[in-house]
Structures are given as C-alpha cells and as structure tokens.
C-alpha cells in the first residue's frame, strides 16, 4: 500500500497563511503526480496539482494564494495556503493524481479558518 501522512493544519484567521506537508511511502515518488484535495461537508475537490516534472496546475477557488510544491529528495508534497478565507475550512488530503488500488487516503489534516 502507499501511505500518505498529512500535517501542518490548524486553526487561523482569516488572512493567514499555512504550510501544509504530505509525506508518501511505498511508492516510486519521483515519476507520479500529485494533487491536494480538500473535503467539506458533502463534497471533495482537487485544489491543486502538480505533475512529475512540476508543472501546477490549481482551483479558480485557491488561484493565486496556493502553491503547491515537491520534494523528490524526502518525497514529500507541501501546500502553501495564503490569504485564507473561512470558505478554505476542510480537511486536506493529498493523494496521486492517476490512483490505484494501492494509493489508500490518509488521515488528512484539518484546516478551521476563523473570520
């Protein structure tokens, strides 16, 4: 199985910022892509992306206050939340874009933005 961990969530105003980190194991890092994706009550998005090479792509939604990012060397992805709204409240997961079997969701990591 590939495991994801999440962390760096947590309670902010609305305004903050915060770093999420996504560690991958039992996978060959380096040659798939990966998404961040956010779940609220009744529904889950891919926020952001980013592909082997580091090509991004991101939600009209969080446009220009993410970042998505890659670390091949400690196969971790990380997710710079800016300017954050209380419509950014969720839990993030992040995962491979072309899953299989094996890609199991994680535990995720809460994010509570307070206005």
């Known amino acids: 199985q590939v495991q994801f961990v999440e962390s760096g969530g947590g309670l902010v105003q609305a305004g903050g910022s915060l770093r999420l980190s996504c560690t991958a194991s039992?996978?060959?890092?380096?040659?798939?892509?990966f998404g961040w994706y956010r779940q609220a009550p009744g529904k889950r998005e891919l926020v952001a992306s980013i592909?082997?090479?580091?090509?991004?792509n991101y939600a009209d939604s969080v446009k220009g206050r993410f970042i998505i990012s890659r670390d091949n060397t400690k196969n971790t992805v990380y997710l710079q939340m800016s300017s954050l709204k209380s419509e950014d409240t969720a839990v993030y997961y992040c995962?491979?874009?072309?899953?299989?079997?094996?890609?199991?969701w994680g535990q995720g990591t809460q994010v509570t933005v307070s206005s």
């Open positions: 592909e082997t090479y580091g090509s991004t």
């Open positions: 039992g996978t060959t890092f380096s040659v798939r892509g």
């Open positions: 995962n491979a874009l072309v899953r299989g079997r094996a890609d199991v």
